[in-house]
């Protein structure tokens, strides 16, 4: 099937040029950042998490996401989903690397990484978290890949793939919550220290996977033969509506046990993020505007008339899509460094350098989902045209 990546229109070879420039770009960039140290980006020692880990704890959700289709057609027999779940698993597959290069770029020195398997320490949770993701990566390739196969040669799946789609559907809320302990399991941080963080993560993570995954669907629809079903969107849809407002509830939770409880180290993190605190406040617009649209998108999400509107339902979708992903990004990380423990404020916004290497690797992402989407989707028409 690796063949079928080098079919395709003008469109798609200029989509694919132009992520292999941003790709270049980044890539030139990192190199820069791997002769001068981290010292190109704006992280110190009061905040050593920045922009690379805030586009990894929201990536490993969007993979996590990709369960939100798995489940009802492998476990509950939903057959309706079988049209579109080798594009959330494909989607998975594309998040998980994402998020293993943002490691490699946070960790400056990419040798570093092999330390984890050189020597393994149990009792870390980054051992697990490394563990989690690049099992669930696995999983999502050798599933996705067969299932696939499978379709286009008109046979049953074998069934040992149902058994690891299966586990898969079990495996993918532990990359998520493997991720939420390596925070709130850092006792001197009041911001991540939280037993309701691990369901808010889940929660963002059901919310903005699929999100992403019905404007994947809409644009599949709008520049292919392949039509993924009105019936699977709006059915994503919902799910997408009832998790963002349980993301939103967990959120509100938290704001009412910080402040009812009167934890002074607990409020001023909060305090940063949406109002400043000792004159400092660089977050205050983007967490409003997090809010806002989530707020937005639930009432447009919720209603039936606005949801079952395709143009406004991919309003909804990009505004759950971008506040999640400042909420979850730079809220996350910024709110649980500032302050620090001793109550001083250091701010951390990103360099140019950071950025551009961010965009490279959202770029790196977006050109492996592309590739076997095309795949994906040149199989689809194959099978739809016999």
Known sequence: MLELVIKGSKKYWALIIGLLIVMGIGFGFWLWQLSFGLGITGMSRDVSWGFYIAQFTFLVGVAAGGVMVVLPYYLHDYKAFGRITILGEFLAIAAVIMCLLFII???????????????????????????????????????GWNVLEAERNGIPYPGWVKVLAIFSIVWAPLIHTVTAYLYC??????????????????????????????????????????????????????????????NVFFFLCEIFVVFYSRIPSHMDHI???????????????????SISLMVVAIGLLVVPVTRKNEAVLAVACVAVFIGTWIDKGMGMISGGFVPNPLHHVVEYTPTIPEIIITLGVWATGFFILTL????AVSVKEEVSEV
């Open 105 to 143: 770029a946070d960790l400056g020195y990419p040798m570093r990484a092999l330390n984890v398997l050189l020597y393994p320490t149990p009792g870390s949770v980054l051992f697990w978290d490394m563990i989690v993701l690049n099992v669930y990566l696995l999983l999502n390739i050798v599933v």
């Open 185 to 246: 399991g850092l006792p001197g941080r009041g911001f991540w220290l939280t037993a309701i963080l691990a369901p808010r993560f889940l929660a963002s993570a059901f919310a903005a996977g699929p999100a992403l995954l019905i404007l994947l669907c809409l644009i599949i629809r709008r520049v292919t033969k392949f039509d993924p079903g009105r019936e699977q969107i709006q059915s994503l849809a919902k799910i997408v509506a009832y998790a963002i407002t349980i």
């Open 271 to 289: 305090r940063y993020l949406f109002f400043g605190l000792h004159g400092h406040g660089v977050l205050v617009p983007w967490m409003w505007t």
């Open 372 to 375: 076997l989407y095309k795949i």
